[in-house]
């Protein structure tokens, strides 16, 4: 199958979908079950994630990858943003940006989110992220967009200074790596980075998860070149609804050891693009 690019002019080609708010009935999706991640609603009404330092999880330093980085900020901004309303709300990512300070020292991550202000129509929040020394690893924020009342169970119920422990089920001895592999698909000969949508990299609605999204840009980033990301930033556009993903470059810029990608992510199911990202670091 050869991926179609075309050029996209019209506004209603990003107009994003309208997912029922009621569209599930799940309270954590299967990756922030996978991570074994324990979760806190604090009294401020923020949102602390923490991602344990279990072999399967880890890298060959022994420290966390993307994958886990990315999942503790959209799960800790995404619990502070259904929470900031009166009612329960249901939400998804609609934007997100991200400064890696510092890879993380072997340990847990500790993630913190907060609301910053309450639109009508986006709901922004900031997280920050801290590895096992104290030391913050990365600052980011997060654009929400509320799309009704939750109907969630559990997580949407949680009660201020309630923790939730994530039990990982039993095919979490399997690598995070392994599981969660984005290698290029035969498929798609300009594709960097692929991925299927199913159970474990979807979201409660049923969608790419955003966390997932932004792993398969950043490890496409790397296998592209950069060796160190520095600076991410995600616009997302519509839901994968179908897929596989596929991430393509669609621009190169270089300065020095500086390396910088404007890339896409396409529906394969649906040949739409369903977000655009920026990713900037070292290539050594």
Known sequence: MQLRRTKRTRLESYVSAEPSATATARSFDKLSQFLGARVTLQPDYSTEIII????????????????????????????????????????LTSDLSVDMI????????????RVVNVGKRI????????????ATVAFATAGYAPIGEAKFNGAAHSLLGETQDLAAPEYAQTSI???????????????????????????????????????????????????????????????????????????RFENGDVLGMRLSLID?????????????????
């Open 177 to 251: 790596a392994e599981y969660y592999s984005t290698a290029p698909s035969l498929e798609v000969p300009d594709a960097i980075a692929s991925i299927e949508l199913n159970e474990m990299t979807a979201n409660p609605f049923g969608f790419l998860h955003g966390a997932v999204g932004a792993h398969l840009f950043l490890s496409g980033a790397r296998r592209h070149g950069i060796v160190r990301p520095n600076t991410f930033t995600v616009r997302y556009l519509r839901p994968v609804t179908q897929g596989p993903a596929d991430v393509l470059v669609e621009d």
């Open 102 to 113: 510092a890879p993380p020292a072997p340990g847990p991550l500790r993630t913190t989110g």
């Open 268 to 284: 394969r199911g649906t040949d739409k693009i369903a977000s655009i990202a920026h990713v900037a670091g070292r290539t050594s």
């Open 52 to 91: 344990p330092a279990t072999d399967h999880l880890l890298d060959e330093t022994g420290r966390h990858g993307d994958l886990a980085l990315m999942c503790a900020i959209d799960v800790a901004t995404g619990m502070a943003s259904s929470m900031s309303k009166e009612t329960t709300t249901a939400t």
């Open 123 to 134: 709901i922004m929040n900031q997280a920050i992220v801290t590895d096992s020394t104290s």
